[in-house]
């Protein structure tokens, strides 16, 4: 069944969730981040939501900024990507792991709403928007109101694939990290310093996060275990996991993979 644009998973109108969103600022000196990552999340494991921890404690230890609010931002299914669940169970999963196991995390399903894939500089505007224009950005305690800085967070290996040439159009490279800017958590095996060469024009938007406890944990690895059927409990939220046995997800690379979603 197709997708109203407009409408959830769930059949009820789309609102951009803000519930989490910090209201006030505990330093109002600094420039109010919220933190957008885009992805597959299929399924989402502990590593996702980890991305988003080690973000903010590098925030909070060596810069300017304060965190306001986190997005996990499920990719459209026109992506087409192998293992790739529709985007009602993408989104669904996503909501489980940040509601149940997070006080400050959230899932915008509107990416994943929309009758086409949307570029990460599209879904980054559609942030810029709704939390700036239409929340009107965080209010001060004189009674006016800063604007937030929206930033992607995302592994190294996506700064690999913007220094490659041809893979990213040079418009959308720049708004993403000219504009908006992003967080890149290191991961094992991505050579980032030969990355940054390539993207010398944007280093002062480009902040490094390394991890000092490796987790090499993806949603590959995941749906591999499944499709195995081992376990993968503490890779991935237990409500997580309780979803995709209730829902017979990932047991092989057929209609599993490609599941139009919960009815």
């Not at 991305?51 to 909070?60: G, Q, S, T, V």
């Not at 169970?89 to 959230?106: D, F, G, Q, Y």
């Amino acid at each position: 069944m197709a997708t109203n644009p407009q409408t959830t998973p769930q059949g009820d109108a789309y609102v951009f969730p803000s519930h989490r969103i910090t209201r006030k600022m505990r330093d109002e000196s600094r420039t109010p981040v919220v933190l957008v990552a885009c992805g597959s999340f299929s399924p989402v494991t502990y590593l996702h939501l980890r991305m988003f921890e080690m973000a903010r404690d590098y925030i909070k230890q060596q810069s300017q900024f304060e965190v306001v609010g986190g997005y996990l931002s499920p990719v459209n299914d026109e992506y087409k990507k192998p293992g790739l669940l529709s985007a009602a169970h993408r989104v669904n999963m996503c909501t489980l792991a940040t509601e149940l196991t997070s006080n400050w995390l959230m899932v915008d399903p509107w990416e994943g709403l929309q009758a086409k894939y949307q570029p990460t500089a599209v879904v980054l505007d559609h942030f810029d928007k709704q939390v700036n224009e239409v929340l009107g950005g965080i209010e001060l305690t004189n009674g006016d109101h800063k604007r937030v800085r929206v930033m992607l967070l995302a592994g190294s290996d996506l700064i690999n694939t913007m220094s490659e040439p041809g893979v990213w159009s040079p418009s959308d490279l720049d708004r993403i990290l000219g504009r908006y800017g992003t967080f890149i958590i290191e991961r094992a095996g991505s050579d980032v310093d030969q990355a940054m060469e390539a993207l010398t024009p944007w280093r002062d938007n480009i902040y490094l996060v390394r991890q000092t406890i490796q987790n090499d944990v993806s949603s590959t690895k995941v749906r591999l275990f499944l499709k195995r059927g081992m376990s993968v409990r503490y890779l991935i939220p237990n409500p997580v996991v309780d979803y995709i046995e209730e829902n017979g997800l990932y047991l092989d690379d057929g209609p599993n993979a490609s599941a139009s979603g919960p009815t």
